[in-house]
């Protein structure tokens, strides 16, 4: 089975403009053996109708005849609810589509892992998160995704009135990742925060892709992505954020910064602004470079040995990530988590 004869998607290449610096070719071409529909280990309902999009990416899972799931969530979460996909088949393709809706005024938290132990496996995952008056969900979202495996996850993002998710994503390992998120905001005072830190060895390669579109008053968005990058890894960052007439007072908020590790790791950064109005805060910015070796022969002065002072540093410039989660509970799951548990 290869994805290239699916019929009725019109697959990205290298003249779209998005992804211009992402191949997808070898993931087209490649035989898989079969295809699974990834059951969640929840109660979940089903949902008869999925979110439009211009993503053809997305249309993959309703091509292969996918089921598309439904988590309802009616009541504050005193725990976050923790959801662990492991990937183990070689050669197979595995979907999974899930619609989260987060009732009026409640206050809920999602953790989702993402992890491989298998060969030549393509995961594609869709996500819808619609998030209802007055509430908040904070996300976060684990992919450690070894060599020769793909994860593709498409996010869509509906946020009603005074809605807020805070989504942070930690991106690591030596596969391929790619994130695209769409976000439309239109409802008053609806806050979307994506904060992401990704982290790659060998060949990996991780693309973010963010499309945004404000388009009603005091609205709020910020992307914000720290990259470490080792050998030969590669990472890409597209980041769009349209702001149109009636979206005054809105708050506009993009970042990328990146320390690369290795002459051979590569980033492509793009943060992107377009704006119809003048009464609006919005700041888009992406700096590159290497750990600060003033810093680190400070610290060695002190004694302290070049690769712990080396760990140090970098911990130091992926610490901002972690320390953007506001909810506890997340933060001591991450500080607890080992990947041994599960694969």
Known sequence: MKLIDLKNIKFPTKKDEEFRKIDLSSLYEYSFKDKKDYVINLDLGQKNKVSSTNNELYKINQNLDSKNYELIIKEDTKEPIVVVHVLKDDDIINTNTL????????KASIIEVFLSNCKNTFYSVNREFEIKDNANLNYFKYQDIKESNKLIINS??????????????????????LNIYETSLDNI??????????????EAHSSSIFNTLHNNKSSFSN???????????????????IVNENANFSKVLQNSNTIL???????????????????????????????NKDQLLYLRSRGIEENK?????????????????????????IANFKRSDYV
């Not at 793009?270 to 700041?283: N, R």
């Open 156 to 177: 869509i993002i509906d946020l009603k009135n005074n809605a807020n998710i805070e989504h942070t994503s930690f991106e690591l390992g030596d596969g391929f990742n």
């Open 99 to 106: 619609h989260i809706k987060v009732e009026k005024g409640i």
């Open 309 to 333: 002072a080396f760990d140090m540093l970098l911990k130091a410039f992926e610490n901002e990530i972690y320390d953007n989660i506001k909810d506890e509970k997340i933060k001591r799951f």
């Open 223 to 241: 992307v914000n992505y720290k990259h470490s990058l080792h050998d030969n890894s590669k990472a890409v960052f597209e980041a769009k954020s």
């Open 261 to 291: 590790l290795s002459d051979d790791a590569t980033i492509f950064a793009k943060p992107h602004l377009e704006i119809s109005i003048d009464e609006l805060e919005a700041s888009h910015g992406a700096t590159v470079g290497s750990l």
């Open 189 to 202: 005072e609806s806050s979307l925060n994506i904060n992401g830190l990704v982290r790659l060895y060998k």
